[in-house]
C-alpha cells in the first residue's frame, strides 16, 4: 500500500453482485479519504482478502449463496478486532437485525442509503460510533423477546413436533414418527401452544412457517 493509501480509510466490499459493488465503488473512489482496497464476492475471497489487506472496514452484505454472516462476522471479530464491519443490505429482516447486533458489526446499512450517508457511516464508524438507531434497537429486542426467548424455550423434541405440524402431518402420525405415546404427545403440544402463546395447532404450525428461516437446524 503507498503513502497515499495508508492515510486513507481502507475499505473491502463483500457482495454477490457485481453491479453493485461497482455502484458502491463509484461513491467511495470520489471520496478523498476512503480507499476501496478490495472485493469479495463471497466468503472464501472475503477470509482470505480480510487476512492479505487487513482492512478499516468491511462493507457486508449478508444474503450470499453458502454464506454464514454471523459465523464470518464471529471469526472477524476473534482474528480482526480492529476491523469494522458494517452492513450494507438489501434484506432488512428484523432476524438478520438482532444476529449482527449480537456477533458485533457496528452497524446496519439500508443498500438504498444515500452517497452521503454511506460516507459518514464509514466515517463515524472509524471513530467507534455504534450506528444502530433506536428504532433498529427496538426492533432486535423485540424479535429476540418475541420469536428467538419463545424458540430458545422449547426442547428439542418440541422443536421437532413443531416443524412437523407445520408440514400439515396429523397428531397421530407426527407422534408415530418421533416414536412418542399418543398422552406424551398431548402434553408437549400443550407447552408449545403455551410457550409461542397461541391456541392450536394450525397457529403453531403458521408461527413456525412464518419464522422458519431465523432458526438454526
Known amino acids: 500500500m503507498n503513502k497515499q493509501k495508508a492515510h486513507k480509510i481502507s475499505v473491502l466490499l463483500v457482495d454477490d453482485h457485481p453491479p453493485i459493488r461497482s455502484g458502491i ?21 472475503a477470509r482470505r482478502l480480510l487476512d492479505d489487506l487487513r482492512p478499516r ?47 458485533g458489526a457496528a452497524g446496519y446499512l439500508d443498500k438504498r442509503i444515500r452517497p452521503e450517508g454511506l460516507i459518514d457511516a464509514i466515517r463515524r464508524a472509524v471513530q467507534g460510533e455504534r450506528l444502530f438507531t433506536d428504532a433498529q434497537e427496538l426492533r432486535a429486542e423485540r424479535w429476540r423477546r418475541d420469536v428467538q426467548e419463545k424458540w430458545n424455550n422449547l426442547s428439542d423434541l ?43 395447532g394450525t397457529e403453531a ?5 412464518e419464522h422458519a428461516e431465523e432458526f438454526p437446524y
Open 25 to 45: 465503488r463509484a461513491i467511495l473512489e470520489k471520496t478523498p479519504d476512503i480507499c476501496i482496497v478490495g472485493e469479495a464476492q463471497n466468503e472464501a475471497e
Open 57 to 103: 472496514i468491511i462493507l457486508l452484505d449478508l444474503v450470499m449463496p453458502g454464506f454464514s454472516p454471523a459465523k464470518f462476522e464471529k471469526w472477524a471479530r476473534q482474528t480482526y478486532p480492529e476491523t469494522i464491519t458494517l452492513v450494507l443490505t438489501g434484506h432488512d429482516r428484523d432476524y438478520l437485525l438482532a444476529t449482527m447486533m449480537e456477533v
Open 158 to 200: 418440541e422443536k421437532k413436533i413443531l416443524r412437523w405440524l407445520a408440514t400439515g402431518a396429523t397428531h397421530k402420525y407426527i407422534a408415530a414418527q418421533l416414536q412418542i405415546n399418543p398422552k406424551t404427545f398431548e402434553k408437549h403440544l400443550e407447552r408449545i401452544y403455551r410457550t409461542l402463546g397461541v391456541g392450536s
Open 205 to 209: 404450525a403458521i408461527w413456525y412457517s
